[in-house]
Structure formats: structure tokens, C-alpha cells
T-cell receptor, first 115, second 113 residues
Framework: EPEVTQTPSHQVTQMGQEVILRCVPISNHLYFYWYRQILGQKVEFLVSFYNNEISEKSEIFDDQFSVERPDGSNFTLKIRSTKLEDSAMYFC?????????????FGSGTRLTVV | LAKTTQPISMDSYEGQEVNITCSHNNIATNDYITWYQQFPSQGPRFIIQGYKTKVTNEVASLFIPADRKSSTLSLPRVSLSDTAVYYCLVGDRSGAGSYQLTFGKGTKLSVIP
């Protein structure tokens, strides 16, 4: 079964540092997403990406965040100047287009700990 | 996006059938109903999706009445490994051509030996 791969699985960073979370979506998927889940809370949408540009973003996704598809396979989330409250699980997901194809495939996540 | 309501938690013994019902009174004509499963420290996993009537796959069944204002996820003969949080989501593609999922708190299913 095709998988979405995320690296690293766990990242510890000091407050104020920049981090890049990496994802390899499923190869024939065209829509890519980042979600996050703070410990004990809901899964929250951050951003969706299609055709090399952001198609939707939430209020959480402010100027501190950016996404990029640097090549044909990777999809990255960059968090600049990390804050303590950025500590969370970050999930990448991808999906196919088309009617009825709304099932997302999520990766296993990156646990980001800001200290 | 249609709001969903589901029980916060449920307990079940191993081997029993579990039915989790979700209410979505404001579901729109083009909305699909999708269920996800999430284990601790893992990403949500797609279980099943439907529009109306009944859908069955190797993992679960989804029952949707004619008015589509609710849906029931049925897990046959649960095992300890089915202990997880189950999310009911309702939605359609946005005008931007993507599909933003809005997760609620889900139903925490605990399977007891």
C-alpha cells in the first residue's frame, strides 16, 4: 500500500531556530497538505498545496510558516523562529483529485519539540 | 462545512460489534461522509467514505439513512487493536479545488479484553 513518508520522526529545536519538516507524498497524488496536532487536542488544518502553489491556508499558517515543493517528490514545511507553542505533531497528507476521491493518506508525523 | 456531533467515548468488549453514530444535520447536497481512525502518535487513517445508503469494505461498514443527517460506522468483531479515536468528517471540495478536512474531537473507542 502506498505511503506518505515524513522525516524526521522527532525533532527537538531551540526556541527561535528554524526547522524544516519533510514529506514525500504518494507519487500520483496531486494535492498536498500539512496538519498539526498539539498534544491532547484536535487535528488542525494548516495549508493545502496544488499545482505548485498554496490553495488554502488557515489562520494558524501565518508568515512564520512556508511550504515548498523543491523537486518532483518532496514537500516541505518550514517554520521560522520557532516558539514554544509550535510544539506539536505535524502531519503531511496527500490526496487524489476527482469526484469521490476525497480520502487522504496521512504520514506518521513529525513530533516537533521546541525547548 | 457541516458540523458533526459524535460521542466523546465508547467502551466495548473484544469480539463485539461496535456502532458509532455521527450527526450532521446541516449536510449539503454535495457533501460526502468520511471516517478516519487515529492511533496515539500516528496520523489519521482513512477508513471509509460514503454518500448515501450503505458502503462496506474490508474494515468497516457505513450506514447512511435517506435524509443523510446522520451516519453510523460499524466495526464488526472489534479487537484490542481497534482501540483508537474515530473521526466523522463531512465536506466537499472548496472553490479553490482542494479539500480541507476539519477534524472534531472524535470518539475515543476503548476495547476491553
Amino acid at each position: 500500500e502506498p505511503e506518505v513518508t515524513q522525516t524526521p520522526s522527532h525533532q527537538v529545536t531551540q526556541m527561535g531556530q528554524e526547522v524544516i519538516l519533510r514529506c514525500v507524498p504518494i507519487s500520483n497524488h496531486l494535492y498536498f497538505y500539512w496538519y498539526r496536532q498539539i498534544l491532547g487536542q484536535k487535528v488542525e488544518f494548516l495549508v493545502s498545496f496544488y499545482n505548485n502553489e498554496i490553495s488554502e491556508k488557515s489562520e494558524i499558517f501565518d508568515d512564520q510558516f512556508s511550504v515548498e515543493r523543491p523537486d518532483g517528490s518532496n514537500f516541505t514545511l518550514k517554520i521560522r523562529s520557532t516558539k514554544l507553542e509550535d510544539s506539536a505533531m505535524y502531519f503531511c497528507a496527500s490526496s487524489e483529485p476527482g469526484p469521490g476521491s476525497y480520502g487522504y493518506t496521512f504520514g506518521s508525523g513529525t513530533r516537533l519539540t521546541v525547548v | 462545512l457541516a458540523k458533526t456531533t459524535q460521542p466523546i467515548s465508547m467502551d466495548s468488549y473484544e469480539g463485539q460489534e461496535v456502532n458509532i453514530t455521527c450527526s450532521h444535520n446541516n449536510i449539503a447536497t454535495n457533501d460526502y461522509i468520511t471516517w478516519y481512525q487515529q492511533f496515539p502518535s500516528q496520523g489519521p487513517r482513512f477508513i471509509i467514505q460514503g454518500y448515501k445508503t450503505k458502503v462496506t469494505n474490508e474494515v468497516a461498514s457505513l450506514f447512511i439513512p435517506a435524509d443523510r443527517k446522520s451516519s453510523t460506522l460499524s466495526l464488526p468483531r472489534v479487537s484490542l487493536s481497534d482501540t483508537a479515536v474515530y473521526y466523522c468528517l463531512v465536506g466537499d471540495r472548496s472553490g479553490a479545488g482542494s479539500y480541507q478536512l476539519t477534524f472534531g474531537k472524535g470518539t475515543k473507542l476503548s476495547v476491553i479484553p
